[in-house]
């Protein structure tokens, strides 16, 4: 499956591409750059490089009207801006939405400063851009292991990154600031991870209290994990007294059920029992050959059956007194 959407993708890339000198001026950052922080201080070593020896690799950029957008390179772009130059190398291309999104994850992986959810959301654009294009694939592992294919990455860190996302931003911001460990951002998404929508805000809140305990204490990821299983277990506990609230309930009717149908039958086997043994004489006549041994096996299996309904409702209290 993924090898024919790869090719798919090579079938239908628009791959046009050339190099200009473009102003600084007519090039704007792309305000769904997933990258948001540069460090000030490498941005000004770089400005400084650039002064000296110029650039040496061509920012990536896509037309956009009558100006430019950048697909890769805006640490450059803002460094040559710094350095006071006012025209930049640019190679111009003509790429698809899901092409874009894909270079920038790939340009951004691998620096050794990315920060986990920026990485997590240039995996959920590719994503979202995925499915763009291919709306007929809604198996994730599927999406996750083609854009592991595509970025060099693995579908499990995709699919790792891309969970961090669903915690409340103060829990991404405390990742990516390293003020808990990028690990124990991974054991606090067990907590969202498929969780049901009406549970997602509790869910949520949980996580914020514990990630904030973590950054006061410097709970490991060991500690925090611990603190998650206990919260999970504690819900577990709930959800089995609520099958056992169920399962009383379930009881009660049965015993209702129980009650009606002892009733009919209490009637029934006092109606048999009424037959005199006359009437039972006359039944074995010659006239109705065979129809007293019926009604003696009839009230036989009335009153057995008057007897295991009895013993059903005894249970069915056993249950509800549990």
């Not at 791959?15 to 000004?44: C, Y």
């Not at 003020?179 to 969780?195: D, M, N, P, Q, W």
């Not at 009437?279 to 065979?290: C, H, I, P, Q």
Request: contains cysteine; hydrophobic residues 40%.
């Amino acid at each position: 499956m993924y090898n024919k959407h790869c090719t798919q993708h090579k079938t239908h890339r628009r791959d046009t591409m050339s190099i200009q000198i473009l102003p600084v001026a007519v090039i704007d950052a792309d305000g769904e750059q997933h990258r948001k922080h540069f460090d000030e201080a490498a941005l000004n070593e770089l400005a400084q490089s650039i002064k000296e020896v110029g650039l040496l690799e061509p920012i990536v950029v896509i037309p956009n009207g009558d100006r430019y957008r950048i697909v890769a390179g805006e640490r450059r772009w803002r460094a040559t801006q710094i350095a006071g130059i006012q025209e930049i190398a640019a190679s111009v291309r003509d790429l698809t939405p899901l092409q874009v999104a894909t270079i920038q994850a790939t340009e951004n992986i691998a620096r050794c400063d990315v920060r986990p959810c920026e990485e997590g959301r240039a995996y959920q654009r590719i994503w979202d851009e995925f499915r763009a294009e291919n709306p007929d694939v809604s198996e994730p592992k599927s999406i996750a292991s083609w854009i592991a294919n595509a970025t060099g990455s693995s579908w499990n860190r995709v699919d790792s990154k891309i969970a961090l996302l669903q915690l409340p931003d103060e829990v991404q911001g405390m990742v990516d600031r390293g003020e808990i460990g990028e690990g124990s951002g991974y054991a606090l998404t067990r907590l969202v991870k498929a969780c049901p929508p009406e549970q997602m805000q509790e869910r949520q809140y949980q996580a914020v209290l514990i990630a904030r305990t973590a950054r006061a204490q410097g709970l490991s990821y060991s500690e925090v994990s611990a603190k998650v299983s206990v919260f999970l277990g504690e819900k577990a506990q709930m959800q089995m007294f609520d099958e056992e609230t169920k399962e009383s309930t379930a009881a009660r009717e049965a015993r209702t059920k129980f009650d009606h149908v002892g009733a009919h039958l209490a009637r029934a086997v006092e109606i048999a029992n009424d037959v005199t043994a006359q009437e039972m004489a006359a039944a074995r006549s010659d006239k109705v050959e065979g129809l007293g041994a019926k009604i003696e096996a009839a009230i036989t299996g009335l009153r057995r059956f008057q007897s295991e309904m009895a013993v059903n409702r005894g249970k069915a209290g056993s249950v509800e007194a549990a």
